[in-house]
Each structure stands twice: as structure tokens, then as C-alpha cells.
């Protein structure tokens, strides 16, 4: 395969240095993409990098995925439009061990000449004294030039830390550094690192008389001009424990047809003639969101994997299909609580499921306004506990509570009610 003919076709080059793909074409190169330790998790911004690194590895090349533990003291002010909080040498150390765990999902460490590598910057930037650092490496890059960055001019209004500032110095020294140690040379990004990229190739042509390669991705942007990898809760990100399966399944779920058509390209690794089918085929029947469904399975199922994605599937049937009160059994709680996330909640005590069925539902959690409404709905058949229907005469047990102590009442086909016990 050829890597930069793949970027192409699936839309992911936004900007290249001229001989790069020459480059790539010549031998096996070694590339790298620099990753910013500042959470403990990667996010679904992150996933865009992440698998350009995967392809690089698939066309038979070299990744290195660089974490950032000596820039994350410095912070990038690529993108931002003020100065970032400087993290702690405890909270970087945990951010950079939580992030190498998730990149060795999604790289092979074992495939001979091409084997993945994470490095950590500060491994090489630990030792550097200032006056040293200023001296072989400052005198290299010209203010001028430094100051001719976007990320640089579009914070002169608002000011910059000398910090900030420097970052670009920082970052372009660990691309001579991987070229000089690892023959590392193509640097890979995201556009807004533009600046920083061929800061490092300059150096390598001024400091190191070589000659060095780039490659960037264009932004993710939404059809509807929204913020890609964002939700009303905030970011997607790629650990489970911050944003579960069943919503990170249900953000690919919930694109909207525009968006899907880039996505599947970026995201998963199905080739041109398959997405082409794919297209064609949501393109006839918009209905069955066969591009959406396609991109929610491939992307957890790769993220998260087999076990979580039928967690998610499940999930996504109890409140859109067909499901079973044994569906509802197989749920873990953060799931569970996931996809009944914003429903009305009422609490009871335990002693209360001995009450009459009536009573819980009006006077207990208050669902129904009176014991009258809630016999009349329940004669109409349109009352479910836990997704089964029930009569007057049902009597509620600990047999009924999931994962110990939640029932799930349901009014009708959309309404839902859940009810806590203490």
C-alpha cells in the first residue's frame, strides 16, 4: 500500500512537504506524531492521529508515537487563545502511562522492522540546561521566523508567555532529536501544528545539514458547524471510564449523513471500494443509517472492543428496539445508568417493595398523579417494569431490582421512569 495515495483518497492530507511522498515511495521511513499528555485519556480527536499512525504501520513503515512528557510542562498554545494551567510532574507521569496503554490498542510492538515505538520526550529534554538549550538551539531560528507562526500572531493581541512562546522550540528539537537518534524523518500532525512541524524541519536543515519531511491532516469539521468530538457533556474520549461504550457507539450512531460519509473514510480501515458500496448503498436507503451503524461498530469495536461494542448494542436496543427484561439483566450499572441517563428518578426505600404496586407508583415515587390514573393505564396494558407488562395485581420483589437496586418503569412506548432503592 501506498501511504500518502491512502491519506489522499480518505481525505486526511491537509498539508505536505515537497518530497515527502518521494519519501515514502524510496524506502521504509520512520515517522512520528507527537500526542499532549494534559488528561489521562485520548479522545476521539486523538482517534484522527492515532490512525494515521495505523496506516503508516499497514503501508509498512515506522510509527513513533511521541507523548509529551517534558512539552506537557510547557503546554502548546497551537489552537488557544490564552495561556494554559501548567501540570504537575505526578499528574503528567499518570496522564503519560494512562495515554501509552490506550496507543498499544491500536499499534503493533512486535512486527520487526516496522514495530511501533512510544518515546518520551523528556527522556532527552530532562538533561538540557537552559544556557545550553538557548545556545545550540535558539540560535538556530530566527525571531523573525518564530514570530510568523499562526499559533504565535494570532496571540499577539491577547500576549504570550516567553513559555508559550518557546514551545515551538521545544517541539522542533525533538523532531532532530528522533531524526538524528531514531532516523525519524517525516513529522505527522494535525494542521493546526503546521507551524511547529517545519519549525523542526528547519532546524534539522539548519543544525543537522539533513533534510526532513512533514505531512498534516486537515481539522475535523462538522456539517452543522459544531465542534467534531463534542457533546453537551462534553468531550468523547476514548477510556471507558469517562465516556462509556453505549455513548461513545451512540456519537457514531448519531451522525448525521454529511459527516458519515467523511468518518468512515478517517475512521475505519474498510478500503475505497467498500466504502464506496457502503455510500452507495446508505445513498438508496438513508433509512437504515447503514453508514452510521457501520462506523459505530468498527470504531468501538477497535477502541473498546467485541465484549464492550455488544454491551453498547444491547444497550442501544433497550431504548430504540426490541429488548427483554434479560437485556436489561445483562447491563452493568455505568451502562445502565448511561442509557437512562436524564430519565425522571425517584428513590424508595427498600421496605417500600412490599407495597402495593399502585402505591409505588403514586404515592411512593409520585410517576402517576393518582392511584386511578395509574389502574387505568395499567388495565390498558401500557405499563412495563423492566420491560415486562404488568397487571394490578403484579407484586414487586429484590427479584425485580437490577444491578441491585434499580427498577426500570416504563409509561407507554418513550416514557421512562427509574426508580433508586436505598
Known amino acids: 500500500m ?8 480518505r481525505g486526511m492530507i491537509h498539508d505536505i512537504v515537497p518530497g515527502t511522498e518521494e519519501q515514502f515511495e524510496k524506502e521504509m521511513t520512520a515517522a512520528y506524531i507527537g500526542f499532549d499528555p494534559t488528561a489521562d485519556s485520548l479522545h476521539i480527536g486523538s482517534l484522527v492521529q492515532i490512525m494515521i499512525l495505523v496506516h503508516l504501520q ?94 504565535v500572531k494570532n496571540r499577539l493581541e491577547t500576549g504570550m508567555s516567553f513559555t508559550e512562546f518557546s514551545y515551538q522550540l521545544v517541539q522542533g528539537y525533538d523532531f532532530y532529536w528522533l531524526w538524528k537518534n531514531k532516523n525519524c524523518k517525516v513529522q505527522l500532525g494535525g494542521s493546526d501544528q503546521w507551524g511547529n512541524i517545519v519549525s523542526g524541519t528547519e532546524l534539522i536543515r539548519r543544525k543537522g545539514e539533513g533534510k526532513a519531511f512533514a505531512v498534516t491532516t486537515p481539522l475535523i469539521e462538522k456539517a452543522d458547524g ?51 458500496e457502503l455510500i452507495l448503498n446508505h445513498k438508496e436507503s438513508p433509512h437504515l443509517r447503514l453508514l452510521q451503524k457501520t462506523i459505530a461498530k468498527e470504531v468501538t469495536t477497535r477502541v473498546h472492543g467485541k465484549k464492550d461494542l455488544e454491551m453498547a448494542l444491547k444497550a442501544s ?11 436489561l439483566q445483562c447491563l452493568d450499572e455505568d451502562t445502565f445508568l448511561a442509557v437512562f441517563d436524564g430519565v425522571p428518578k425517584f428513590n424508595i426505600k427498600k421496605a417500600h417493595l412490599n407495597s402495593d404496586i399502585l402505591d409505588v ?26 420491560k415486562e407488562k404488568i397487571t394490578e395485581d403484579f407484586q414487586l420483589s429484590k427479584d425485580n431490582l437490577l444491578n441491585e437496586k434499580y427498577i426500570l418503569v416504563q409509561k407507554g412506548k418513550k416514557n421512562y421512569f427509574l426508580i433508586i432503592v436505598q
Open 2 to 9: 501506498d501511504f500518502i495515495k491512502e491519506l489522499k483518497w
Open 58 to 151: 499497514r503501508c509498512g513503515h515506522k510509527p513513533f508515537a511521541l507523548v509529551g512528557g517534558a512539552t506537557g510542562m510547557v503546554g502548546d498554545p497551537s489552537g488557544k487563545n490564552k495561556e494554559r494551567n501548567l501540570l504537575g510532574e505526578k499528574t503528567l507521569e499518570h496522564n503519560i502511562t494512562s495515554l501509552t496503554k490506550q496507543l498499544k490498542k491500536f499499534l503493533d510492538f512486535n512486527c520487526g522492522e516496522a514495530s511501533a515505538e512510544i518515546v518520551n520526550n523528556y527522556t532527552w529534554l530532562k538533561e538540557f540546561s537552559f544556557l545550553d538549550f538557548i545556545r545550540d538551539i535558539g540560535k538556530h531560528m530566527s525571531i523573525n521566523y518564530m514570530m510568523a507562526k499562526d499559533s
Open 226 to 276: 459544531g465542534k467534531f468530538g463534542k457533546t453537551e457533556s462534553g468531550n468523547i474520549w476514548l477510556d471507558k471510564a469517562k465516556t462509556s461504550p453505549y455513548k461513545f457507539y451512540q456519537f457514531w450512531l448519531n451522525s448525521s449523513d454529511e459527516d458519515s460519509k467523511n468518518y468512515i473514510k478517517i475512521f475505519t480501515l474498510l478500503s475505497e471500494d467498500e466504502i464506496k
Open 317 to 327: 436496543n433497550i431504548l430504540f428496539g426490541n429488548s427483554t427484561a434479560n437485556d
Open 361 to 386: 407508583l403514586a404515592e411512593k415515587t409520585r410517576i402517576f398523579e393518582s392511584k386511578g390514573s395509574a389502574r387505568r393505564m395499567i388495565s390498558s396494558n401500557a405499563i412495563s417494569i423492566n
